[in-house]
């Protein structure tokens, strides 16, 4: 059996011209900019129910947008990678916004979906620690989740996911973010079976960087 393949990083410390990680911030991770807003979080109870795949967002302590230094947003990326390679998830879809993420995930068998996120969070928030050498909050606590229901739905939040920095006026296009799966710079996830059939059976289709396989798309040369 061959090993599973790695979650590859490549050149994200750089841009593609959004506004959210402009040069101007790329900078040491004490420069992590001021509150934008109080944000609240609930701490609901959740439910993981087995094969499951989940919708979640979690934010940054009272709406910082720590995430927009390059290098902290960098690190958060490496501990996602870290926790799909291992096998506590499988990632389908992500993306790292300034003062929040969205991820598309299915737990494996042995881990909770609390324990998922916390393991992203908890794991991030050492290593930004550690490699900043500063104890600052990053986190609010708790998350939100959705239950992935159909085809439908799936699409409907993979394709928000992707969407969601041009939605803010980041970037133009929605694979000029590097912090996304948008960018077809990972290996990721292949869309689970019981989300790839439609109700009558055959097969629905389905767009999504991460359905041919878990290799990535070479990047465009075309591209400015």
């Given amino acids: 059996m061959q090993s599973r393949p790695e979650l590859q990083l490549r050149g994200l ?14 900078q040491a991770c004490h420069g992590a900019s001021a509150p934008e807003g109080h944000i609240l979080m609930s701490t609901p109870r959740h439910r993981t129910a087995p094969g499951s795949s ?10 910082r947008s720590v995430f927009q230094v390059p ?17 506590d998830y499988l990632l389908h879809e992500f993306v790292v916004m300034p003062n929040h993420i969205h991820l598309l995930l299915t737990p494996s068998s042995t881990t909770s979906l609390e324990k998922a996120v916390q393991l992203i969070k908890g794991g991030s928030s050492h290593e930004i620690h550690r490699q900043c050498e500063r104890t600052m909050e990053i986190w609010q606590e708790g998350f939100h989740d959705w239950t992935i229901r ?25 694979e000029r973010w590097p912090y996304s799966s948008a960018s077809c710079q ?39």
């Fill in 186 to 224: 990972f290996k990721l996830d292949v869309v689970p079976e019981r989300y790839r059939s439609a109700a009558s059976g055959a097969k629905a289709p389905f767009s999504s960087a991460s359905t041919p396989g878990l290799k990535p798309r070479p990047p465009k040369e075309s591209r400015p």
């Fill in 54 to 63: 989940y919708f979640i967002t979690t934010k940054c302590w009272q709406g």
């Fill in 150 to 174: 159909d085809t439908n739905d799936w699409q409907t939040k993979a394709d928000y996911i992707r969407m969601n920095p041009v939605r803010a006026k980041l970037v133009e296009k929605a």
């Fill in 71 to 87: 290098q902290i947003a960098e690190i958060l990326v490496q501990t996602m990678a870290r926790c799909r390679d291992r096998g």
């Fill in 13 to 26: 410390g750089s841009s593609s011209g959004g506004r959210g990680f402009s040069p101007g911030v790329r």
